[in-house]
């Protein structure tokens, strides 16, 4: 059993940066692949970005890419989403999310999440 939590969020302006992180627990980090997805109030969830379990590759949802990007630390059992030039539409709770795949778009590919960090973005 895998458990993930996340941090980093709050209430920013447009145009700042913001650094999530989601720590891991519970199994071997370096098993997952991880991912990052988003929920807005009234939305489905949608997928943001993914990485396979050593890092070495990477996936940002295209319309993302540019401004976000996905890294991950094994020895500190963690992954990042860095945020930049954040919009409004960018606001959502922010889910990490384990897989046993590698890099994944879809939620029901994956096994374990966490329970979310709010970003909201004001204009």
């Known amino acids: 059993q895998v458990t993930l939590v996340e941090s980093g969020g709050g209430l920013v302006q447009a145009g700042d940066s913001l650094r999530l992180s989601c720590v891991a627990s519970g199994g071997t980090f370096s098993d997952y692949g991880m991912g990052w997805f988003r929920q807005a109030p009234g939305k489905e969830r949608e997928f943001v970005a993914s990485i396979r379990r050593h890092g070495d590759s990477t996936y940002v949802e295209p319309a993302l890419e540019g401004r976000f990007t996905i890294s991950r630390d094994n020895g500190k059992n963690s992954v990042y989403l860095q945020m930049n030039s954040l919009k409004p539409e960018d606001t959502a709770v922010y889910y990490c999310?384990?897989?046993?795949?590698?890099?994944?778009?879809?939620?029901?590919?994956?096994?374990?999440w966490g329970q979310g960090t709010q970003v909201t973005v004001s204009s």
């Open positions: 999310a384990a897989n046993d795949l590698g890099i994944a778009t879809q939620v029901t590919a994956y096994d374990y």
